[in-house]
């Protein structure tokens, strides 16, 4: 059974910088692409950043080089390391996983807040 388990969220000021982890069971970790989104109260949720596999990354237009994610396979962990947070940032963080690019995102954490005070 897959399970992701994400960590590390919690209340920072604007400027402020958190790191978010997820841990990842029940799965090969190391050949899965990894991806974190978030949702806001009454928004639709977004693609914050992905990794795959092989460690290309790719990350949404808001990002703009605050935030980069990485993977430590030998710990099935994976990392969103977020600075310069600005208030926009408050959401729910959710960790996801699959096995192919094609595939739509199958495997969800059950969320971590990140709330950015202003």
């Known amino acids: 059974q897959v399970q992701l388990v994400e960590s590390g969220g919690g209340l920072v000021q604007a400027g402020g910088s958190l790191r978010l982890s997820c841990a990842a069971s029940g799965i090969i970790f190391s050949i899965n692409h990894m991806g974190w989104f978030r949702q806001a109260p009454g928004e639709q949720r977004e693609l914050v950043a992905f990794?795959?596999?092989?460690?290309?990354?790719n990350y949404g237009d808001f990002v703009k080089g605050r935030f980069t994610i990485s993977r430590d396979n030998a710990k099935n962990t994976v990392y969103l390391r977020m600075n310069s947070l600005k208030p926009e940032d408050t959401a729910v963080y959710y960790c996801?996983?699959?096995?192919?690019?094609?595939?739509?995102?199958?495997?969800w954490g059950q969320g971590t807040q990140v709330t950015v005070s202003s």
């Open positions: 996801a996983a699959k096995k192919r690019i094609i595939d739509p995102w199958g495997s």
């Open positions: 990794i795959t596999s092989s460690g290309s990354t």
